[in-house]
């Protein structure tokens, strides 16, 4: 893992089909934040948990007081195909050094 912080505040799952390990979310966690970085749209992912594809959606969601850039996932893991949800939270974009805009001075 790049990150020293837990993967639950690097990202917040909005919908999975299959529970999430710490090492598939921090994969998608990394994949997640190299799209949003070079604001691109899809990008592949492999390894020995899984393989597939991570999306960028383009948008920007809120759930209570968490937000941020939307992802899915469409991936094969040792439990089958599923598809996660999910956006990277203030905590995961500032973990890299990104400042969101409307955070910035």
């Known amino acids: 893992m790049s990150s020293s912080q837990p993967y639950w505040q690097l990202l917040s799952v909005l919908f999975s089909s299959f529970p999430l390990t710490p090492t598939l979310a921090m994969t998608l966690y990394e994949a997640a934040f190299d799209l949003h970085a070079r604001d691109a749209g899809t990008t592949k992912v492999a390894g020995d948990v899984l393989s597939g594809t991570v999306r960028n959606l383009r948008k920007h969601a809120l759930l209570g007081t968490i937000g941020g850039p939307t992802f899915e996932a469409e991936v094969e ?5 599923g ?3 999910f956006l990277l939270t203030k905590e995961g974009l500032e973990s890299r050094g990104h400042v969101p ?4 001075n």
Do not use: A, F, W
């Open 101 to 104: 805009k409307h955070l910035r």
């Open 83 to 85: 598809t996660v949800r």
């Open 77 to 81: 893991t040792e439990r089958g195909k």
